[in-house]
């Protein structure tokens, strides 16, 4: 009788990695050292710590929008820690999405056309319009998809964040305390969605102190850090 073993993929692997601002100067701050992360793909991780402990910092790193000090990170099988930003960007094209605290949206532009611009000028038309449209449709804000974004509540602005970071279909989804502008009935809608997307098959890394998001049972580890 044979019998098969299922190993788990770990799609983010973190050894030893630490990360240092302004090293050997006088004003040189330690965001976190030699830290140790195993992440299995299809897995949600909830990132919590006081203001100050390297949340966003360790975010940051991990969706390849920073370097660390010294460390091995490996992402999607690949050890992306020294390469050059030009294959960095083409890297979280392909893999990375990333919902960030104060949304960057752009104003002036309706939802449609933020959503769309990660795809701008990849793709062609068509394919930009079709992959908006799944992403919209994701987030169920097809309602408000010719609307300016000015115009939008903190839940809409919040779910065409999510859609813009959807649009490219990555495999890691990466969200920087999320739940900061909303009020509990939006937040369980976002993390609703999130539910969604980790049925499909995403990686996601959440950073938060909301303990709605902490006892949410989409939340599969917890990694603490301390100052």
Not at 139 to 148: A, G, L, M
Not at 167 to 182: G, N, R, Y
Request: aromatic share 8%; proline share 4%.
């Amino acid at each position: 009788m044979l019998v098969f073993l299922l190993i788990k993929f770990m799609i983010i692997e973190a050894k030893q990695i630490s990360k240092i601002f302004n090293k050997n100067q006088n004003n040189e701050v330690r965001a976190f050292e030699n830290l140790d992360l195993n992440i299995p793909k299809g897995s949600c991780t909830l990132i919590k710590g006081s203001s100050g402990s390297g949340k966003s910092t360790l975010l940051a790193i991990l969706s390849c929008l920073m370097k660390p000090t010294s460390g091995q990170y490996f992402c999607c099988g690949e050890q992306v820690s020294r390469w050059s930003e030009k294959f960095l960007t083409q890297f979280r094209q392909k893999h990375i999405g990333i919902i960030f605290q104060h949304f960057h949206l752009i104003k002036g532009l309706d939802v449609f056309t933020n959503i769309s611009l990660p795809l701008l000028p990849i793709f062609p038309k068509k394919q930009i319009e079709k992959a908006v449209l799944e992403a919209i449709d994701k987030v169920n804000i097809s309602h408000r998809q010719n609307f300016n974004i000015d115009s939008l509540s903190g839940g809409e602005l919040q779910r065409t964040a999510i859609a813009r970071a959807l649009v490219a279909d990555p495999d890691i989804l990466f969200a920087d305390e999320p739940t900061s502008h909303l009020d509990s009935a939006n937040s369980l809608l976002m993390l609703d969605i999130f539910q969604k997307l980790k049925a499909e098959g995403k990686t996601i890394l959440i950073t938060s102190h909301d303990s709605l998001v902490e006892n949410h049972p989409i939340i599969d580890s917890v990694l603490s850090l301390s100052k």
